[in-house]
């Protein structure tokens, strides 16, 4: 399968534990975004990355959460002192410089106690 | 970003034809996209429309774009269970999605 993938698929936490989601793009993508999703909303941008530069960054993501793409390819985002409001669905998706169509991944369903 | 306006809810039958709605306020996207997503799912690619053109078809779908309106559309022919999901516009870039509209199809 080489279409977006997202680890874990489904992650039940403590408020207050630390969590971390891994995004793998599609291999020839340079761009990833991560978005959140409550029930019943659309998705809401979070980040985007150029290769390992992170471009921009919503006012949603508070100090608490931070996103990392060290070498260009996979993501990861740590959510730290997870409260009851971040539990929501996590969704990645890539896409290619100056085409910009995004292909989401599964996304990580989170639910914090 | 763009503001988009969709409408929450379409209930149709099996077998008739459905059109969902999309305002949106951003004309400077390149593309417009629809999306569709099942329950617990993420979102996968329907189909999209490149801004210079007023219609696109993609076997069952019928994209149809009104610049001067700012308004899409989808229709899907012949609408089947399997259609049953939420569908949402977006513009190209860092999209901003609507609520979408959640498509009900009855036997």
């Known amino acids: 399968d080489t279409g977006v993938s997202q680890d874990p698929r489904h992650k039940i936490t403590k408020r207050g534990q630390n969590v971390t989601f891994r995004c793998d793009p599609i291999?020839?993508?340079?761009?990833l975004y991560w978005y959140r999703q409550t029930l019943g909303q659309g998705p809401e941008f979070l980040t985007y990355f150029q290769n390992e530069a992170q471009l921009e960054k919503s006012r949603l993501l508070s100090d608490r959460f931070s996103a990392e793409r060290p070498k260009g390819s996979f993501s990861t985002l740590e959510i730290q002192r997870t409260e009851q409001g971040d539990s929501a669905m996590y969704l990645c998706?890539?896409?290619?410089?100056?085409?910009?169509?995004?292909?989401f991944g599964p996304g990580t369903r989170l639910t914090v106690l | 970003g763009e503001d988009v306006e969709q409408s929450l809810f379409l209930s149709v039958r099996e077998g008739d034809s459905s059109v969902i709605n999309c305002t949106y306020t951003?004309?400077?996207?390149?593309?417009l996209y629809w999306y569709k997503q099942e329950p617990g799912a993420g979102l996968q690619l329907l189909t999209y429309?490149?801004?210079?053109?007023d219609m696109k078809q993609d076997q069952r779908l019928t994209v149809l774009l009104n610049k001067k309106d700012k308004h899409l559309s989808l229709r899907i022919a012949d609408t089947q269970t399997g259609d049953s999901a939420i569908y949402f516009c977006?513009?190209?870039?860092?999209?901003?999605f609507g609520r979408g509209t959640s498509l009900i199809v009855h036997p």
């Open positions: 429309i490149f801004s210079n053109m």
């Open positions: 998706a890539s896409s290619l410089v100056g085409i910009d169509t995004q292909y």
């Open positions: 291999s020839e993508h340079n761009r």
């Open positions: 977006a513009g190209s870039y860092i999209p901003t």
């Open positions: 951003d004309s400077s996207s390149t593309y």
